[in-house]
């Protein structure tokens, strides 16, 4: 038996043997039902043919969506617009420095990078080799990815634009329908996962054999580490750096049992973002002047409740939905999940991960109200007329988004299917 051919279930740790699949077949877990890998149409030139195409045409519309303003709005007869970029500087130059960054990091920085990086891989896979630094830009894809919120941007630009209806006239640019292109892009993009392309690359660029010392003598399952990263099952002895420290023979990246001390920087997280989550909603996340009012501070529920009471019950329901019910489940289900793996709880195993999944899955789009402000700030600079601001509240908001989400990325799933598989229950 080789381990080449074992694969690591990513969200329980369960090892099985990669069998060939029949058309159309998906392989699953059958402990945590997760999905360990599909089949694929088409040879693997194909795959990475289609992959140069798509990453090339997502790049060139995200560089269109990135150069045109979004929306113009209005208003006696003053016009103010904006692309993103600008957006961002009238947020930097407003002392919003922090909210002005997570914005630039999350629409225009990683999402550029993702692409980018895809797209110099693919071209090499499409050669036939691996393009220099390739494991490291395979990471960088992956870290990118978790990152690169243009989904949920698309939402909060369509938001700020219906918002602005009531306000002024809103006159749609060419940067709002490249955004909504490059949304369906990197949807398509996102199916190409960075582990099938190590393997992709497995086939089209076979790596050089390895030393005698490097393959797996014995196979009990303690002797064998799943990479994180690319997913190659190490088999001891493993590769060892000048510390110490364990490293992936196909990718480099550093290999762990378990992410280490995942409970303890889980709950540190948890707790920086509920302490957090009071100023985030006690403060104003946006200050609005209007012509003959003065100065009016909005809170994220005050926000809210304008929403419902002006006849837009349906976005009162959306922001509510990402900006209370979110945050809070998710601070909620977090704090369950990681209490029950570290009491070594061995009730719901499946429920739990099923749970951190979802958690892992809606914790981005509580990014959405801080694209709505920072989009609704950009526009509204009607000086004397009307002109909206940004507040501490935003701040609060989003490091609770950012921290919730550091969090369940610490946070190590297969914790909660250890102590079952301690009861002679495992499963190779
Ligand atoms: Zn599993
Ligand atoms: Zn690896």
Known sequence: MSVEHLIGCHDCGCLYHREPLNSCERARCTRCRHELYRWHAGGPLRRADSLVALTLGALLVYLLAQSFPIVTLELGGMATGATLLQAVGVLWNAGMQVVAAMVLLCAV???????GALLYVAIGLRRGRRVPGFHLVLRVVQGARHWAMTEVLMIGILITVIKMTSLARVVPHPGLFAFGVLTILCALV??????????????????????????????????????????????????????????????????????????GWTWVMLAAATLLYVPANL???????????????????SGVVLFWNTGSPGLAIIIFVASVVVPVSKLVALAWLNATAQLR????????????????????WSMLDIFVVALTVALVRFDALATITAGPGA????????????????????????????????HV
């Not at 190409?192 to 009990?220: F, I, M, N, S, T």
């Not at 990263?229 to 088999?235: D, E, I, P, W, Y």
């Not at 104003?284 to 529920?301: A, K, L, Q």
């Not at 195993?349 to 914790?363: D, H, I, N, Q, S």
Request: a positive charge; aromatic letters at 8%; proline letters at 8%.
């Open 109 to 115: 920085v990683f999402p550029g990078l993702e692409l």
């Open 190 to 263: 996102m199916r190409y996962e960075p582990k099938a392309l190590w393997e992709l690359a497995d086939r089209l660029a076979p790596r050089p054999p390895q030393g005698a010392g490097a393959v797996a003598v014995a196979h009990a399952p303690d002797t064998l580490l799943t990479c994180r990263a690319c997913g190659l099952v190490n088999g001891y002895p493993w590769q060892r750096s000048k510390d110490g420290a364990c490293h992936c023979r196909r990718c480099g990246a550093a290999l762990h049992r378990r992410i280490p001390n995942s409970i």
């Open 283 to 301: 403060l104003p996340v946006m200050y609005s002047r209007m012509i003959g009012g003065g100065t009016e501070g909005d809170t994220i529920m």
């Open 345 to 364: 709880s061995r009730a719901a195993p499946l429920a739990r991960t099923r749970a951190y999944r979802v958690v892992e899955f809606v914790g981005r």
């Open 395 to 426: 701040i609060a908001f989003g490091c609770v988004v950012i921290l919730t989400m550091v969090a369940s990325h610490q946070f190590d799933p297969r914790l909660i299917w250890d102590p079952i598989e301690s009861n002679g229950e495992r």
